[in-house]
């Protein structure tokens, strides 16, 4: 498979989506951009085409990390009592289920209310650079930083993730102070990666948890199929459905641009395109994404 030839055709994809433009440093990335890397677990060839080595925010994909090191932290079943895994008829920042349904827990993990809901768990014992170490090394990139422009920006334009987690706590869901988980979930939100960082971060979740450039296990293999399964049925939002039909890999969207997948015992995969569709997924990254998982008949249902 030639890497660069489905860049090339994958690209002008982006004309058809449009840069996160609510949170302000986000707007300003170029969105003609597409990079990708494959980490091939059988051969542990690592391949990259594109903008793959272009630093961009994690956003939403630091909800995988953050999930994980809670589910470490505290073990699964407390986890999962406080949040569902449960599918979003809604935008990822909507506040409308927990309002209509008043379940007293967030529909799950993957959507902003579940994701700060997630953060407040550990928040009282884990400091932001634990997250961020832990990011680092499940990612094998010691690069990571947070970027403190694009935090900043985050926070100072976060009204709607602050009232999810006000409503949250008056609701009682959320137990401790505010200010800290939110201060924490802007702040995994400013992780700066790349495709190969999400390409690592994809082949350990793909290898069951055991790192595949140490043979080293980071992660159980419990939270590695939990966190894979809550990809496939939520982790591109109100797309998940939709692309679970036309594409069949558990997948992860951040508003950055960026996409991780990790396609059980076979491969890990990192995109980047910042330019996103209306449900807020990289557009060029999920055509380019079809075509890589098409040609590796990737698809887990087939
Ligand atoms: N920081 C973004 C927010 O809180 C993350 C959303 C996303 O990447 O989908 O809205």
Redesign the pocket.
Known sequence: MDLSQLITKNLPVYNKGKV?S??PMLAQVDPKQLGVTLFNLKSNQVNSAGDYDVRF???????VITLLWAIKKLGMTEVFKHVSSRQTGFA??SILNMEIENTNVPLNPFV?AG??LTTSLIAKDTAFDDILNFAQKICNDSQIYLDEEIFNS?KST?D??RSLAYYMKSKNMIKNDITLSLDI??KQ??MMVTTKSLANLGALLANDGIAPWNNHRLISSNAATCVKSLMMTTGL?NQSGICSRLIGVPTK????GGLVCASPEKYGIGIFSPALNKD?NSIAGLALLKDIAKELKINIFR
């Open positions: 996160a609510y949170i925010a994690i956003e939403s994909i630091s909800k990822f920042n902003n994701a700060i985050e976060g709607l993730d979930y802007f939100c400013s939002y969207s951040g508003v950055g807020g």
